[in-house]
């Protein structure tokens, strides 16, 4: 099986002109879009609607009119949204649907829709994740890393290499996902020690979130891998 990853949202951008119909897809955003998904589906939220943006937002919301809205903008909560993006807010939501856009995660998440399987990943589902992959045997594996802003984010390239570390099956990697998994080994030590010093940890810890990224550097805590099912991801 070949194995390939993704790295920035310049390479993310070229995703929806491309044929992934033998791809399955796994997107990382780590701190924190994928984390939250996780943890809400973990949780028993029953679906959520990745949203490209604040417009598509309200109108899933006018076609699902007992969702949430959560998302962020600049990492803060939206103005008239329901919730924001910290995983530690959806924890408690079981039987909701929520619609959810964030800055790069959502917009991942979308640009690989068509692919054959699409998988929010995270460090604290990895196992689950390659539970999947193991009893559904990918053709090709894309690991998409979300980034931050047009960056790549270090908390997700981690969390994709953690990934690779726990599959059972024979694969063959392009140099991009060799690179993931060799980050991963030089950090799986202390995870959260990574993911504080990560762009996006020291963000949200000079913002008084710390338990944010301490929740999010938890590995293989959740049992539940969200699937894209049409527009909704599902536990």
């Known amino acids: 099986m070949k194995v390939a990853a993704?790295?920035?949202p310049a390479e993310i951008?070229?995703?929806?002109?491309?044929?992934?119909?033998?791809?399955?897809?796994?997107?990382?955003?780590?701190?924190?879009?994928t984390s939250t998904m996780t943890t809400a589906l973990e949780s028993g939220a029953s679906a959520i609607y990745p949203a490209k943006d604040i417009a598509e937002a309200h109108a899933f919301r006018a076609k699902y009119p007992h969702a949430l809205l959560g998302g962020e903008r600049h990492g803060e909560k939206i103005e008239g949204f329901d919730l924001g993006n910290?995983?530690?807010?959806?924890?408690?939501?079981?039987?909701?649907?929520?619609?959810?856009?964030?800055?790069?995660?959502?917009?991942?998440?979308?640009?690989v829709a068509h692919a054959q399987t699409v998988i929010a990943g995270a460090l604290l589902n990895i196992r689950a994740v390659a539970n999947y992959l193991a009893t559904h045997?990918?053709?090709?594996?894309?690991?998409?890393?979300?980034?931050t802003g047009r960056d790549f984010a270090i908390e997700d390239g981690l969390a994709a290499g953690a990934l690779?570390?726990?599959l059972t099956f024979d694969f063959h990697s392009d140099d991009a996902a060799k690179m993931l998994?060799?980050?991963?080994?030089?950090?799986?030590?202390?995870?959260?020690?990574?993911?504080?010093?990560?762009?996006?940890?020291?963000?949200?810890?000079?913002?008084?979130r710390s338990a944010e990224v301490e929740w999010?550097?938890?590995?293989?805590?959740?049992a539940t891998a969200g699937i894209l099912s049409g527009e909704a991801l599902r536990p």
């Not at 530690?88 to 640009?111: F, Q, V």
């Not at 045997?137 to 980034?147: I, K, M, S, T, W």
């Open 6 to 8: 993704v790295l920035t």
């Open 13 to 33: 951008d070229q995703l929806p002109k491309s044929d992934l119909t033998r791809i399955t897809a796994v997107v990382f955003d780590v701190l924190r879009a």
């Open 86 to 111: 910290s995983p530690l807010e959806y924890r408690d939501l079981a039987g909701r649907e929520i619609i959810s856009t964030t800055t790069n995660g959502t917009i991942a998440l979308r640009a």
């Open 137 to 147: 045997p990918p053709e090709e594996l894309l690991l998409v890393c979300a980034g």
């Open 164 to 166: 690779l570390s726990e």
């Open 181 to 208: 998994l060799a980050l991963w080994r030089s950090h799986a030590s202390d995870p959260f020690a990574a993911l504080a010093d990560s762009r996006n940890g020291r963000r949200l810890i000079e913002r008084g």
């Open 216 to 222: 999010c550097s938890q590995v293989s805590v959740c």
